[in-house]
């Protein structure tokens, strides 16, 4: 598993030695290096609103992992709160060995997080707009450059200002300046709306890399037979509590 | 009357106690004494005449408009600093009331300035830096009252209101230099300062306790009634919890 | 830090660049406001010779302020803080960036406005180091408060008529400070100017400070 393939982008540049690991690491209620996500009875408002209402999840390292639900069910704040931008105000709260409950930001940094806004700058171009937030991260820029060949974006589309593109278009920039991370954890929210059909094989190819490379994916999707037949685990999410299908 | 004791921490449970209805008998009565003194038995001034008696509200409303920007960014800085909303409400209060004496401060003196100088408004160093206090005050109260949540509104407010005093410094010395090179600050010149005696002296000092003990008794009220207001709007967090779950009964439905 | 401040600051300008917004309509308003003054103000009278410096700071205030709406607009796209929050940059990195984009938009716009002076309204000039010093504190600390200023109103709906009330009343003192000192540098006495630029000084020192440790909790909401 340490074999890496060089043009892989979907590692963890910190892969902390996957194979040293002695022992099954998901005993016990503690937090593990096996286990990425550590909720229980987590709770975040959004202004007064209970967003998340008492979640309890575990999710172990390599795992990738689908979230559904119904709209409004908190599948979004999920995986914001998980990526450390929404406040957890009660209940336990570890990911990455990191607990959200007293440090919010180191764990920003090692995450992906691919949301509904792209938060990219319709003014700049493909590659400006990649290279700014990959250099923002500390990506390398051979990184860069291979990022945006692996999501299509070479040739004439580098130099299109990011306002001009299509919703499919935007949703592979957001992929590039995400994989050019190489985060540990990656969090998608609805990775496959908007694309064609190549695109849609293409994401589902780049979190089957990532996780061989030892990180993790949680994502949320509508497009259950695809994404059911991508995922280790699946996680109903419903009224802001989470419940495991086996 | 501001300090802070341990039952105060856990806050209020009413914008009424016996501390605060002996704080507004004073108030009461010390006004009383300050219309008294002020306005029948002090003497009109050699000078300026009976436009003097503005300055027994005048100069202790100045005092204490001051004194509650000096709240507002000590409380800013302490909820900055330990997230004491007890704090944060502190400074919307002290920026509440401090905005209510700078407006009393410019009425009455453009009051004075009327007899005095013949025109309500001349760019006098004080009168000038007195209204670019009102505006700065008025700019911390318009983020104070965003229509958002309230952290949002709390920690961007508390950064205007961390900068309020050095910029009211600054504002003032600039305001007293730009004066200066040019002419001599009026209300100095024609100044109250050697003249103050007797009666005219203890009616400005009954002044200053009065609107000290004003000044209080509101800081005092606007606090409980914002603590208050705070309370009510979190409580029921349990409720909400329980109703948001409550929601996953009705989504089991639906695959 | 000041990787991120660089990084930051060259990603304002290139979009700057390629937008041009700051070039085709700041840069025509600040000229439009000089030519406006002169309409309001009779230049037969001598009254605009006199008034130059206020005018011309003036001046450079409302389109600075044009230049830092504008320069937290293109920060206000959804999810752009988000984006930011998670994108590893310093704060305070982020704050100096913002910082030195503005300062460059307001610097250029003083050249341009300098010019338009110097042409329109035929001023001398006795002071050149007084005129350059006062022109560079006082964009730092027009820069430094406005960024400051700039996202405490950021991502409001009250945005554009939250941050002029916010803002001019704070650079009151360094309209009054760099118009004095222009004064001192244009016919007057040089020296008098000096202590102007200190107080602006304090100023965008102030602000500097304030911003490099208060941006980081500012971003931190929700």
Redesign the interface.
Known sequence: MDAVDPNSFSGPSADPSAGALSGDGVSGDGVTEQRVVHLRGA?A???????L??VDLDINRRRIVLLR??N??GKTTLL?TL?????VSEGEAVVLGVDLLTDRRSV??R?G?L???????????VA?NVS??S????ADRSDVDAAMARLGLDGRLRTV?VGRLSAGQRRRTSLACLIARRPELWLLDEPHAGLDQEGRDLVDQLLREATDAGATVILSSHELDRSLQLADEVVTL????ATRDS | MISQTPTEVTGPTSTSSRVTRVLGFLALVSLGVLVLFGLILSPPDASQGEAVRIMYIHVPSATVAYLGCFLTTIGSIVYLWRKSQWWELVAYAGAEVATLFTVITLVTGMLWGRPTWGVYWVWDARLTSTAMLLLLLLGYLAVRRLPA?YEVRAKRAAIVGLLLVPNVMIVRKSVDWWRTLHQKPTLLANGLDSKIEGLMLFSLFTGFIAISLVFGWLIVHRFRLAWLEEQV??EG?DL??AE?????????V?P | MIH?AF?VAG?DL??EW??RVALNQVAPFALLVLVLFAFALDPDRGLLEKATPGLYWVAVLFSGLLALQRSFS?ES????R????????DPAGIFLGKVMAVGVQLLALEILLGIGVAVLYTTPITGWILLLVTAMVATVAIAAAGTLYGVVAAGLRVRETLLPLLLLPVLAPVLIGSTRAFEAALGGTPSEGWPWVGLMGVIAVLYIVAGVFGFGPLMEE?
């Open positions: 709770v408002l959004l202004g007064r609103f209970p967003a209402a008492g639900g119904p409004g069910a914001r990526a450390g931008l929404v406040h920003r940094q995450v997080l949301a509904h806004t792209t938060g990219l700058y319709d003014e700049l171009t400006d700014f937030w250099r923002a991260a500390r200002p419903s009224g802001g509590v | 949540d709007e979190s967090l909400a919890i948001r779950r409550a929601e996953a009964l009705v989504g089991e639906a | 991120d990084l990603k290139r979009l390629r937008s293109i796209a959804d999810g752009n988000d984006a930011l929050r998670l994108s590893g940059l929700s």
